[in-house]
């Protein structure tokens, strides 16, 4: 395999483990044992774990951010509801693992691999951003963003806790959203 492809491999074998252990269990050496490989082979490859979660960051990072784009732009042309676009966010970062990717980064403060996920964000809103446009769509995205990680992390949880379906979360982000952008009516 050429390092490419070896680095293709590896970070597919690191967003399996993911899915399936969380992000505790995406180690150097997990990944290695499972593709077969040594820890050193990796380590040339990444240069260490912070390297390969960064590089498992930038890949969903770009992924959910192209995903909710579209999602985005299909609402601005009029083709879908909003709470269709939250969910698919809400779903994504729970699907994908992403919000728990997110918070196991910053809990092991390796902020600095979160880079490609800012850039992702700030792609997302250029994107959306048409000329002209006033709406705080910079700021719907930071709140849409941090509650579909904490809906990643504990919704469930805090749901059951407070009694609630867990697509109540999703009632809130479509308010929040359309409170932000002035679209409440």
Known sequence: M????????AVATAR????????????????????????????????SVDGLHAQLADEIAHEVADSIAGSIGRYQAGKVKLRPVIEEMFTA??????????????LQRRREALAPVEHAIASV?????????????????????????????VGAEVARACNLEPAVAHDIAV????AVLGELR
């Open 125 to 153: 809103v250029e994107k959306i951003t048409e000329p002209g446009d006033t709406r705080a769509l910079d700021r719907a995205t930071m709140g849409l963003v941090l509650l579909a990680i904490g809906d990643a992390l």
């Open 175 to 178: 308010k929040q959203i359309l």
């Open 93 to 106: 970062f729970r699907d994908q693992h992403f919000g728990e990717l997110i918070a196991w980064v910053v």
């Open 2 to 9: 050429s390092p490419e492809q070896s680095r293709a491999v």
């Open 16 to 47: 399996d483990i993911l899915r399936e252990q969380g992000a505790a269990a995406v180690t150097l050496k997990a990944v290695a044992g499972r593709m077969g490989r040594t820890h050193a082979a990796l380590l040339h490859h990444f240069g």
